[in-house]
């Protein structure tokens, strides 16, 4: 059991996953299926923003959903009311998140704990508020239709689902890549080292307000990432898209995985929406399963499901090592004992 929980851990295991992934849409008994394993990855790429500032920096910010939105509204506005094509909209959704998301960090890193994530819950309230009422710019609750799809190559056609749930793929995997990259980078460590205390922080010189906001401004091009592929997936987006309640499902997709961990975000999200849409049949009374089986789950796997196999196989593996070292050691002493009589 323990040989092949340690298996899951193993990087060849990563490319297993990759390939089952290359191998859902022929396996899916119907598009729809693939459509939502899209939207999940989506979702999955936004929950990875989340998750460096919340579970590797330990900032929570409420804000999150807000900048997905910024992201879809920037290349939706772009592409239908200016007439620019997907990937340079794309491309301007990721600077648009990213220099907001510079001057939110700049002035709301300067509060603390739950001021810091009241703050943000207020800036994505306003966000939603714009997106809603200031009509001239976002067209208000009528939202943004004929959104630009990426241009497709060959026989590509990234309108048609196939195709474009391979390019989400394609994001997703590179989320993840350097997601992995920057947990064992300076960086990486330095974020965790804030989460751990700011005076623990401060006492081994790192520049507490540089790194949160590097951590922030990283977060919410995450989002606006995400942002941009939803908006250019759906075609159409509105207020809705904006909405406080967005963030609150990232933030139970990040803790149902394991919050901090690196396949936790992927884990908690693909987990979520699949349990979601097997219960539609119930309709509105679904969520009377679906809230007792997260209430279970969070009380029985505090550190999210990923979070928890890992202390369950680094405890099975210290269990496992202990009895080793007693009998090296006593091997050790048996044999300084012969030496000493002879």
């Not at 703050?119 to 943004?144: A, N």
């Not at 959104?147 to 590179?174: K, Q």
């Not at 922030?216 to 075609?235: I, Q």
Request: net charge positive; with cysteine.
């Amino acid at each position: 059991m323990l040989k092949f929980a340690s298996l899951l851990t193993q990087p060849a295991t990563k490319y297993a996953l990759i390939v089952l992934a290359l191998l859902f849409p022929l396996v899916a008994s119907n598009e729809y299926q693939v459509y939502v394993m899209a939207s999940a990855f989506i979702w999955a790429i936004a929950v990875y923003g989340l998750n460096i500032i919340t579970g590797y920096c330990g900032q929570l910010n409420l804000a999150h959903g807000g900048f997905f939105a910024l992201g879809a509204y920037t290349l939706g506005l772009l592409s239908a009311d200016y007439g620019w094509s997907f990937w340079p909209a794309f491309a301007a959704a990721l600077v648009m998140t990213a220099f907001i998301g510079l001057l939110v960090g700049v002035v709301s890193l300067r509060l603390k704990e739950h001021y810091f994530a009241i703050f943000t819950l207020c800036v994505g309230f306003i966000m939603y508020m714009l997106m809603d009422k200031w009509e001239e710019l976002t067209h208000g609750p009528i939202g943004v239709r004929d959104i630009a799809a990426p241009h497709g190559f060959g026989l590509v056609d990234f309108t048609e689902t196939t195709p474009f749930y391979y390019l989400v793929l394609a994001f997703l995997v590179f989320a993840m890549w350097f997601m992995g990259k920057l947990s064992r980078s300076l960086l990486g460590r330095t974020f965790m080292a804030i989460r751990n205390g700011d005076e623990l922080a401060q006492s081994l010189g790192i520049n507490l307000m540089r790194n949160k906001t590097m951590a922030f401004v990283l977060s919410t091009t995450y989002a606006g990432m995400a942002g941009a592929l939803y908006a250019g997936m759906v075609r159409f987006i509105g207020p809705e898209d904006g909405n406080i309640l967005h963030t609150f499902d990232m933030i139970t997709y990040l803790l149902v995985g394991g919050i901090g961990t690196l396949s936790g975000p992927l884990v908690g999200t693909l987990g979520i929406v699949w349990l979601t849409q097997s219960l539609q049949f119930l309709e509105e009374y679904r969520m009377i399963l679906f809230g007792p089986l997260l209430v279970i789950l969070v009380i029985f796997f505090p550190r999210g499901i990923v979070g928890s196999f890992l202390g369950w196989l680094h405890r099975r593996a210290q269990s496992a090592a202990l009895p080793a070292a007693k009998k090296k050691e006593s091997r050790i002493q048996t044999g300084k004992g012969v030496e000493n009589n002879a």
